[in-house]
């Protein structure tokens, strides 16, 4: 269980979280069900009808360094059983953006390499690569490190390999039209998440 580092509520902490986009945490009766339909709630340290109460309570300390904001992977399905209709996905997504703002840090360093990774190689080519995407991303990470010393690469290698017969991943990036219309959308996204 996460240690509780903020005893004295932050009662302006619900606005905040509210002004990265409408989620409507206000809402929560603290039914479960998002939390009875997640698929990743097992690895997460705070479940996430426990993130909201958190948010509710102005534990921000609590809120921006536990792991469940990063474990989240974005499904959308506790947004889908949600009864009071509370964007549970987007928020998990405002409190990522939020604890890289206040410079805390990340309790889960592969997930945040993985998605910045991500977003550089989409701006870069205006779409993912797969196969120079996953080899940045194990170079940065340390993952290929880590694997290699565990002896863990060669069963990366041998799916790797399977997939390239099965022809589910290209070996030459594709072409796409409008790549500077999408590097221009990044740039806005990227400009308004940091104006004050
Ligand atoms: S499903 Fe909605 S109302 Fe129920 S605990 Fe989760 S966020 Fe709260
Ligand atoms: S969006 Fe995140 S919190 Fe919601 S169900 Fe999926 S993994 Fe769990």
């Known amino acids: 269980m996460l240690e509780t580092k903020t005893l004295c509520p932050d009662y302006q902490f619900i606005q905040e979280v509210e002004s990265y986009g409408t989620f409507g945490a206000e809402a929560c009766f603290q039914c479960r069900k998002c ?19 958190m948010v509710l309570l102005g534990q ?3 809120v921006l360094s536990c792991n469940s904001i990063w ?3 974005s499904c959308e399905t506790c947004t889908t059983r949600c009864p009071n ?3 549970i996905a987007e928020l998990m997504d405002g409190l990522k953006e939020m604890a890289i703002q206040a410079g805390i840090a990340c309790p889960q360093p592969q997930i945040r390499t993985l998605h910045e990774t991500f977003l550089k190689n989409v701006r ?9 995407f996953i080899q940045k991303y194990m170079f940065d990470s340390g993952e290929l490190q880590r694997k290699w010393n565990n002896k863990e690469l060669r ?10 017969a099965k022809r589910r991943y290209l070996f030459k990036p594709s072409k796409i039209n409008g790549k500077d219309e ?5 740039a806005y996204a990227f400009e308004k998440k940091n104006k004050p």
């Open 85 to 87: 209709k509370i964007k």
């Open 124 to 132: 870069k080519r205006g779409r993912v690569f797969e196969l120079g």
């Open 71 to 73: 474990i989240c992977i």
């Open 155 to 164: 069963y990366d290698l041998k799916l790797g390999l399977k997939m390239a």
């Open 35 to 53: 939390t009875n339909g997640c698929p990743v709630a097992f690895a997460m340290d705070l479940l996430p009808d426990q993130v909201i109460r």
């Open 182 to 186: 999408i590097r221009e959308m990044l």
């Open 60 to 62: 921000r300390d609590t």
